[in-house]
């Protein structure tokens, strides 16, 4: 079964420093994967996904990521972190032996804390 | 117009009694889900049906039970709730095959005292 993992539950930054969460996949094919974030009491919104075009994904919000095969990674990053980041940030891999239908399966989640 | 819309947003109930929530997408996607987030923010499927066929059915306690009328309806109807059902249930859509990803409603906060 696919899964992800997402090192470190909390994440703090300062406004306007680089912002970097961890997510590290298992998968024994090639994987659909995404980022997606909560704000407070909101459903999920899909910032991007990787669908095995480029590694290199660009998201809403200036959020971007990168696909490494070889160190089965998919770390989400944003140059400049806004107030306005501040946030539940959730990691997720479609399972592609779920019968041709989506069956995403979401990471623990990280807290982003952006400092004034 | 929100694209996936559940009601109600919150729910108070007491234990044993039975409730349900309904979702409803104007998306024309294929295919609906239901995720339970417990406390801790984690995220576990429950059901999926594809054009009102149920796919995915995780373990769920049968207490638990899914509807699908149309392909844009997935309601959820749970019985004799317990304490450990508070939780926030989420709906979400998605077109059918891998690679989409979800668009999700805001969620119900049930709370059983």
């Known amino acids: 079964a696919q899964s992800v993992t997402q090192l470190g539950s909390h994440v703090s930054v300062s406004e306007g420093a680089l912002v970097l969460l961890r997510c590290n996949y298992s998968s024994s094919v090639p994987p659909y994967l995404f980022w997606y974030v909560q704000y407070p009491n909101q459903g999920l919104q899909l910032l991007l996904k990787?669908?095995?075009?480029?590694?290199l994904v660009k998201g809403i919000n200036g959020f971007e990521a990168e696909f490494k095969k070889s160190e089965t990674s998919f770390h989400l990053t944003k140059p400049s972190a806004h107030m306005s980041d501040a946030a539940e940030y959730f990691c997720a891999v479609s399972d592609p032996d779920s019968g041709g239908y989506q069956k995403v399966t979401f990471g623990t989640g990280t807290k982003l804390q952006v400092i004034p | 117009d929100t694209a996936v819309s559940q009601t109600p947003k919150y729910l108070v109930t007491q234990m044993g009694n039975d409730k349900s929530i309904k979702c409803e997408q104007n998306?024309?996607?294929?295919?609906m889900y239901w995720y339970k987030q417990d406390s801790k923010k984690f995220l576990k499927i429950m059901f999926s049906y594809n054009n009102k066929e149920l796919i995915i059915n995780e373990t769920v306690p049968n207490r638990f039970s899914p509807k699908s009328p149309d392909k844009a309806h997935l309601n959820l109807h749970i019985n004799s709730l317990e304490l450990g059902d508070s939780a926030v249930y989420f709906c979400?859509?998605?077109?059918?095959?891998?690679?989409?990803?979800?668009?999700f409603g805001s969620g119900t906060r049930l709370t059983v005292v």
């Open positions: 998306l024309g996607h294929d295919t």
């Open positions: 990787y669908t095995s075009a480029a590694t």
């Open positions: 979400a859509s998605s077109s059918s095959g891998q690679g989409s990803g979800y668009t």
